[in-house]
């Protein structure tokens, strides 16, 4: 299994920027698919957005679009989720995500992550 481990969480304004780090270990080159998710108190855990590594497409939920971005990071086997023009409601913990193995599409890569490896989450507070 791969394992993930999330960085950057923490405090922030309404309408400041936070990014999220995710570091990817036991990762392969048929590892294409990564993501993020978040779970606010009292609800479902729900996909932010994707990132299909192998052609850098990505894919967002319309409550993050225009204003998140998902993109590798500059370490090795990392993956950031950038946050800017934060709100209350985007409050919760942040999980990082790997889909399932030998995903060689976008849309594949968004109808499986959830099927995949989490890491332990980093929570992200907004007021």
């Known amino acids: 299994h791969v394992q993930l481990v999330e960085s950057g969480g923490g405090s922030v304004q309404a309408g400041g920027s936070l990014t999220l780090s995710c570091v990817v270990s036991?990762?392969?080159?048929?590892?294409?698919?990564l993501g993020w998710f978040r779970q606010a108190p009292g609800k479902e855990r729900e996909l932010v957005g994707v990132?299909?590594?192998?052609?850098?497409?990505?894919y967002y939920d319309d409550t993050v679009k225009g204003r998140f971005t998902i993109e590798l990071g500059s370490a090795p086997n990392s993956v950031d989720l950038r946050m800017n023009n934060v709100k209350p409601e985007d409050t919760g913990m942040y999980y990082c995500?790997?889909?399932?193995?030998?995903?060689?599409?976008?849309?594949?890569?968004?109808?499986?992550?959830?099927?995949?490896?989490y890491g332990q989450g980093t929570q992200v507070t907004v007021s």
């Open positions: 995500a790997a889909g399932p193995d030998e995903v060689w599409t976008l849309g594949l890569c968004l109808s499986t992550i959830s099927e995949g490896d």
């Open positions: 036991r990762r392969t080159y048929s590892h294409n698919c």
């Open positions: 990132i299909y590594t192998a052609a850098s497409t990505t």
